[in-house]
């Protein structure tokens, strides 16, 4: 776990200095997320967000999903989902199953190129139902291409 804090450290800042600009949102140490009430969903990883209306704990997801964005993405992704340039603006992922399937790609195995971590791995650090909340609420902000 210490591992994973230090990389995330580590990376966060890589890209700070690469852009050559302050990071104004502080820390990407990773939050626990308390997924306390939401429908757990087992060590198999779903092809498509489980929590999407009509689900029952659609709500709920989205409660947590805000609050887990802006403490383990949102210093590299931008507040509110609003990236500064330097990453990728997670609103434009589509919402939908293709846009599923590119996130859970991307939460499991992270952005590492030439041995430079550019996201970990976030699915070694959050559970499942905490990465679905969070992409819950991403589908809230989203903007149409
Ligand atoms: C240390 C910085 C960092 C953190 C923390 C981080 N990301 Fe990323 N993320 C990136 C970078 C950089 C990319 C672009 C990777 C590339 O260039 O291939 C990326 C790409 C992505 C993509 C692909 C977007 C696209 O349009 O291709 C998704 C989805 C994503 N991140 C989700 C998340 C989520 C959800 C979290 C929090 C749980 C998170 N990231 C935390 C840096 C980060």
Redesign the pocket.
Known sequence: MNHYKNL?KV??L??CLAAGQAFAHGD?T?QPVDTKGLEKLGDEWHESNPYREPHPDHDLAVRIGAS??NQ??????GLEGISGG?????R??EVGDYGDE??K???IN??V?DGR????K?AD??SQE??WA??TW?ETVAVEQ
């Open positions: 995330l990376s966060a890589g890209l990407v990773p887990a964005y383990n993405c949102a210093a590299c992704h330097m990453t990728p603006d997670l434009y992922l590119w996130y790609e991307r939460v992270g952005a190129r971590v550019y996201m970990p976030m650090i959050l905490a990465l969070i992409r991403l």
